[in-house]
């Protein structure tokens, strides 16, 4: 006997030739179909011809299933979720070494238990050289090899289960037949008929070809199909079979590969963003226009890759046009609210786990954002205010443990609960607990089954509402069947299979629970629109849609070859690759099956991504509009109304203004007063008033640096809410150290540091550094933020400040001899003081004095770049001859410290004889800034300002003192207080490197 390939030329539904051909000759036949949807329509077709009986129309999958109960020896298919299972806990117990190069993740188990669906007899018994049946080896590469033994203990497991893979099911009935006696062969197995089905395993090109040795194996091609019949010659050629090949076509009997071009149209769309507008508004023209040609509401197939998620997508927009939808499709159990939260809570508990045990630092798993995720889940029973007060807290603070995060969940939860005590009983809210410690904490002890059930009982306690106001019923059952089913696996299916609950939640992303999706409009319907995939969609028979819509006919949705990787790399080293009809050939002829079933149709697709970048069109696109040429309609849309393309509705209804913004970098009237914030003050009299609130030294040079900068940094305030390991945090620790050593050597009777009690300050320091640093680890400081390294390289960039401060310790010893520390951290919050007409605050690090009552101002700055905090007489000439102090503008750089020694001559009378920077990061470490004459270094190692060379006034020909100097740059920065008051928050003409943080935020304006 042979395999016959029948090129019949037909359609979608089975021709009078074919059901002729099906009940001829044998008692009993069986007719092999793709899909579902395919097996449906033949079994009406047959009843209604007459041939109801007699033929059994059977997908390939349910076919060699039913052959296995007839024939087998007990065992039982084994189920996708059941391989998953048993790989994923055989590769949990293969040491790391024995997987290598595969590491242990759900990406290793999916790509073993393809592998072993499909290759499970060949890949158990030996990686190289050829098996009895003639299938080739594998090469003997490190990687094989680990599959190959994990593959073999599979085996091993399933044969102890009373399981068996479909592949070798096939392969050991094919050994079977071909050892039977022919006249004791079952009737169901002499005439087996393939019709559409275009892809074939290599296990069962094996078992066909053996049957083809007993009985009758013919293959229909339809119309659009033919070139798959080259495949098929060689494929059973390969195996011994003889093939017979022939065309059942008369020349009248095709209409073309994709019918009647003529009907069709193509909408092209600029961009996501106009994606579901267009589309809604075209399916609703189909139906419109296909009322006027049928009785009845029309209805729309709407063709997509993903029919569900286009019909969420684009329902309300349907509904406001009195468009009614339906779609059936499967959601993944990580993708409904349970399953996301479920294994995002497992995977930070394995996290912190790890962490606990030393086997990875708090990095790996601080801030936690999966708590926050979870707690803005509607199944946590939280509030949304508590949630972020939670994500508040666990961001602002690096040195919580794991524990101390379980303990701030447990204090959520317990204020949530007693808010719900305070409601009404009428309230849907009054009954449903909070739960989000309970089940973080049975996640981390392990005790998922309890997490899951949880989880169930608070879907079923939850309001509709939770869900949102757009099907909150249906999003309601979705999680209760989703998690039902992990249920079912992690608890029962994982026992009976002897597979861990630990492992078995690895493999919870894998299942899918089945949802039927409606969009019902009000009042009644004017169209019906069915949403399918394209495989679904070309059984449909004809009329049961007036029209077609094909949405995102683009190469990412229909590719154009056969995905590569790894299970197609094995079966070619097998020799038994999955044979299949080329993806634009399938494409061409799925595609001609839905247009010979419809009136009309349009083609749809985006042009650009998101990132702008092109989208290609699908093969069939580009033949459709060379063979329609200028006689097919094409319609573009662009992004360009943007308040159609946001609204739901398609603004239908609404109506537009357009408004006019300010020009960028200018307040309005109403908006200038709040950029100086006031504070209410009560007289001695008892009335109140309001005035300025402090400024501290840092704002004003903010502002007098960049004014947009300062509005920015000030008054909009965009920041991380994360507590970071940063430039600030570190220069807090610096500043925390040397305030603590300088206060205990002043409390020993130690004044300052010096050349002689050198090595006893530097031991003191070491032990002052180890103290901050613990209380920063533990977070125990008065500092904005602390520092508290998280992994082995942030200890180490921990350890290197100290030697940055011995050096700085070193200096200190050699600066200034006469004056010691006698203001540390100084601050100005109480002393009433005013500058250039405005209260200021804030604190200085730190002021030495000496015996004749002279002060200097030091400010750390914990980086490099000492020079930009240099300065120099203003009224020596530059290069280019111009004199900076003949500006009346002039400002320097940095004005902290001239600032605020500026207030220490008014607040405590001292004579302020320097403003300095003490730059720390530096190598070595430098002490710049401005100076009066008498203070800078003449000789090296005098006691004075070391690398301080130039003074006020400059000894080169400067006259301007540094009194003269304090008082001009507070003159300067009056007149900036009157820019202020005046509304101006634009940016410098020339911005400096560091304004490139703020000036990005959204100062370019458009009208709205």
Partial sequence: MAIRILETGSGAGLTAREMDILASGVETSTLLVPAYAARERARRELADAGHGVGIDVLTPASWLESLWELLSDGRHMVRDIERQLIIAEIVDGVADDALAPLRKNPGTVRMIARMARDHAPHLGNATSGASADGVAGVSDSAANEAVARVVAAYRERLEHLGLIEASEAAEQLALELAAADPAHVPSRLRSVTLRGVLSLSGYLVRLLAAISAVGDVTVMLCDGEEPFAEELEREFSKRGCTVERVSMQSDGDAAGACGDVGAVSFLEVAGPHARSEAYAVDIAELARDAAGKADGVPSVAVVAPRPAELLEDIAPRLAVRGIAGHATGFVRFSQTSAGTNFMALMDLARRMADAEAGRGGASEWWPAPELTDWLYSPLSGVEASLARAFDKKIRGDRSLTPEGVMRQLQSVQGRQRAQRKHLDATSPWADVPAICADVFQAVRQGRPVTALKTLLAQVDLLPASAWGADAGRLRASVERAAISRALEVVGDLAHRLGVSQAVACTVLDGIAVSVSMDCVPEGEPCGHAEFLTLADAAWRPAGAASAAFFADVDVQSYPLAHADGPLATLAAELGAETISIEPAALLRARTACVLQAVGQATFARVTHDRQAKDRYPAAIWTE??????????????????????????????????????????????????????????????????????????????????????????????????????????????????????????????????????????????????????????????????????????????????LSLLERVVRLEARTLTPFAPAYLEYAFNDLDVSYAGMPLGGRIDRVDVDAEGRAVVIDYKHRTGARQFALKDPTLPLKDGS????????????????IYAQALRRALGLDVRAALYMVTKERPPK???????????????????PGLSHGFPDADGGSMTFDELLDRVESSIADRFDDLAHGVVSAVEEPASRCAFNHPFGFTRRDA
């Fill in 883 to 898: 004199v900076p102090a003949d500006d009346p503008r002039w400002l320097p750089e940095h004005t902290q410290t001239l």
């Fill in 927 to 945: 002490i710049v800034g401005a100076a009066s004459e008498e203070l800078v270094e003449e000789e090296k190692g005098d006691g004075r300002i």
């Fill in 624 to 801: 459709l509009a060379a063979r329609a040429g200028d006689a097919a309609p094409k319609r573009s849309v662009g992004e360009g109304d943007i308040v159609q393309n946001l609204d739901d509705a398609g603004a239908m209804g609404l109506v537009r203004r357009r408004v006019t913004c300010e020009p960028p970098q200018r307040l309005s009237e109403d908006a200038i007063p709040y950029l100086v914030l006031k504070r209410r003050v009560c007289d001695a009299d008892g009335t109140e008033r309001l005035e300025p609130r402090q400024f501290s030294a840092s704002q004003i040079e903010s502002y007098a640096t960049c004014p947009l900068c300062w509005f920015m940094s000030s008054r909009v305030r965009p920041q991380t809410i994360d507590a970071g390991f940063g430039n600030m945090e570190k220069g807090n620790f610096v500043h925390d150290v040397l305030y603590r050593f300088h206060t205990e050597l002043a409390d020993d009777g130690v004044p300052r540091v010096t050349p002689e009690n050198l090595d006893a300050c530097l031991a003191r320091l070491a032990n002052v550094f180890e103290a901050v640093r613990e209380e920063h680890r533990r977070n125990k400081t008065s500092s904005s933020a602390a520092l508290i390294p998280q992994s082995a390289t942030e200890e180490a960039a921990v350890d290197e400040i």
